[in-house]
């Protein structure tokens, strides 16, 4: 088994090394970019499998030690980036940001499926026992969706109002995000905290009879303003599972790549806040407004971000070294 681990380290190391070769003679393109970052990741894994397997005195075991810190060195190289000398880089940034959720799609669903998880557990907890609800709600909610006041279309000015709740739903978003740095997990509570809050104010207006009031409220900005606080969080976790990744030795290295990755999906996700928040301050309190136009505003902006987040990536990136 460890003849058979010597052997596939090897050939990576031969690949990798093939890979940074081209890269510093200018032949690289983005394909040798991922290749190379891949075949790191695959090495980290098996350098954790030979500290196991040999002895810190075995000659291979330093001399795959000694390799591993040199890919490392070569890694953080050519990931450094200027772009106020590279024009060309800021043509990039958006299907940078395209590239990134490809690469972690897997990871977003998972971030997704634990929210609707979280939001379809608050509804069923509340609906089965209205009492839970002063777990999830405030105490003033409550009276005010038994009262059936829309406490949601005094809004005053749209503009302002509009503002406010961006930046609250930014800062929303901010937390699920740097919590996401506690290892994932403070990302992974939050999120599930808004989750079963959604669902526990969604059910406890169904049993009331307030659902309809709210609905037509919520359903020309909700479907985006949820998507972009999950997708806040699956920006936090892609640099929280860094954390689990082994060896340790590569934690540096693996963390300062996730860190900027994370921030273009950050940087691509926040101005959609501002529509978002204007959305819901100049449309859903206006009570003339039909639910269907509601409802097509809603879905055309929620349609409109996730075009703009998987629109196929345009930028010829064999022309830009990295």
């Known amino acids: 088994m460890i003849d058979h681990l ?5 050939q990576s190391a031969q690949e990798i090394s093939r890979s940074f070769d081209r890269q510093k003679l200018g032949k690289g393109d983005l394909s040798d970019s991922l290749k190379a970052l891949s075949l790191f990741e695959e090495m980290g894994a098996m350098i954790y499998r030979i500290r196991k397997s040999l002895s810190p005195k075995d000659p291979f075991r330093k001399e795959s030690e000694d390799l591993m810190s040199r890919y490392a060195h070569e890694v953080l190289t050519f990931q450094k980036v200027d772009l106020k000398k590279d024009k060309e880089r800021y043509a990039s ?20 499926c634990f929210f609707l998880v979280s939001l379809v557990t608050g509804w069923i ?9 002063g777990v999830f709600l405030d105490q003033n909610l409550m009276e005010a969706i038994l009262e059936k006041k829309a406490w949601f279309q005094d809004m005053g000015n749209p503009l ?17 995000f740097i919590l996401s740095g506690l290892f994932g997990f403070g990302g992974v509570y939050y999120l599930a905290y808004n989750g079963l809050f959604f669902g526990a104010i969604m059910a406890y207006c169904h049993l009331h009879g307030f659902d309809d009031a709210l609905g037509a409220f919520v359903v020309a900005h909700g479907v985006l303003e949820l998507s972009l606080i999950v997708c806040a969080t699956f920006a936090g976790l892609i640099f929280g599972r860094v954390f689990f990744m082994r060896p340790l030795s590569l934690f540096k290295v693996r963390f300062k790549i996730a860190v900027q990755e994370s921030l273009i999906v950050i940087a691509g996700v926040i101005p959609w806040f501002l529509l978002c928040g204007l959305v819901e301050s100049f449309i859903s309190p206006q009570p003339d407004l039909a639910y269907e136009i509601r409802w097509a505003v809603g879905a055309a902006i929620a349609f409109f971000f996730w075009i703009f987040t998987f629109a196929p990536i345009t930028t010829d990136f064999k022309k830009i070294k990295l």
Do not use: E, P
Request: charged share 20%; aromatic share 22%.
């Open 6 to 10: 010597k052997l596939k380290f090897r």
């Open 160 to 176: 302002s109002t509009g503002l406010s709740i961006s930046f609250h739903n930014m800062k929303v978003s901010f937390f699920c």
């Open 93 to 112: 940034l958006y299907d940078r940001y395209r590239l990134v959720w490809r690469t972690y799609f897997s990871l977003f669903v998972f971030t997704l």
């Open 125 to 133: 907890v509340v609906s089965q026992n209205s009492d839970m609800a």
